[in-house]
């Protein structure tokens, strides 16, 4: 039972380059987030998904684009980097259309520097 | 919208010691809560939850925390700490309504149980 599992774990990039951050869940959670950390800051959610085709902004979306073809697949594109992206990303994925509290659970983060 | 404090950025405390990492939340319709731990280089893990009942509520490692309505607050408790509680503790809040699985977090706190 693989949870969540976000690829890469590791990432160095220069400015100005694109990536994507894979992040996949089995599952069958309907709803799925991105959320980045930062030191004193907590996590903020960059986007998030109700189901396939659904997607909406979060706290902090600018710079980021997501998409949700498939139930278990949400990837988090960067589409410029820049250092004020240098950060961790954390997957997270939860059960259910009526959302009563279900566990939320989160990949094992991926952690990305930008230079 | 919803806030969320987390009123002590570091909470040092030896081995044995009871300790209470202190939550207060912001919102103007009814949220669940959370606490979630995250030990060095992983990802979250879910402490417990407050979603409904009695207000106390209990994890199988021996943390406890209480909601308070009325001082809007989710206090996290342990009788007497081990060295392996050193982590960092967010407390989170999610609305009721909305259905989207999202969660708004406090800062974090660091936990830092000394021999």
């Known amino acids: 039972n693989a949870g969540v599992t976000q690829t890469p774990k590791f990432q160095v990039l220069k400015t100005g380059q694109s990536m994507t951050l894979q992040c996949a869940q089995d599952m069958n959670h309907e709803y799925m987030s991105w959320y980045r950390q930062d030191p004193g800051m907590g996590l903020r959610l960059i986007h998030y998904?109700?189901?396939?085709?659904?997607?909406d902004q979060g706290e902090v979306p600018n710079g980021y684009n997501v998409s949700r073809s498939t139930t278990e697949d949400f990837p988090l594109r960067l589409l410029s980097a820049a250092p004020s992206q240098t950060s961790v990303y954390f997957c997270?994925?939860?059960?259910?259309?009526?959302?009563?509290?279900?566990?939320?659970?989160f990949g094992e983060g991926s952690w990305l520097t930008v230079v | 919208a919803q806030s969320v404090t987390q009123l002590d950025s570091q909470v040092p405390v030896f081995e044995e010691a009871p300790v209470e990492l202190r939550c207060n939340y912001s919102?103007?319709?009814?949220?669940?809560l959370f606490w979630y731990v995250q030990y060095p280089n992983q990802g979250l893990q879910l402490l417990l939850k407050?979603?409904?009942?009695?207000?106390l509520v209990e994890s199988i490692n021996g943390f406890e925390a209480e909601f308070n309505k009325s001082q809007t607050s989710f206090h996290l408790r342990k009788p007497s700490v081990h060295i392996s509680d050193t982590a960092e503790y967010f407390c989170?809040?999610?609305?009721?309504?909305?259905?989207?699985?999202?969660?708004?977090f406090g800062q974090g706190t660091t936990l830092q149980v000394k021999p």
């Open positions: 989170a809040v999610s609305p009721v309504s909305g259905n989207t699985g999202k969660l708004i």
């Open positions: 998904s109700v189901g396939a085709g659904i997607t």
């Open positions: 407050y979603l409904s009942g009695s207000t």
């Open positions: 997270a994925s939860s059960y259910g259309k009526q959302f009563s509290g279900n566990t939320i659970y």
């Open positions: 919102s103007s319709v009814s949220v669940y």
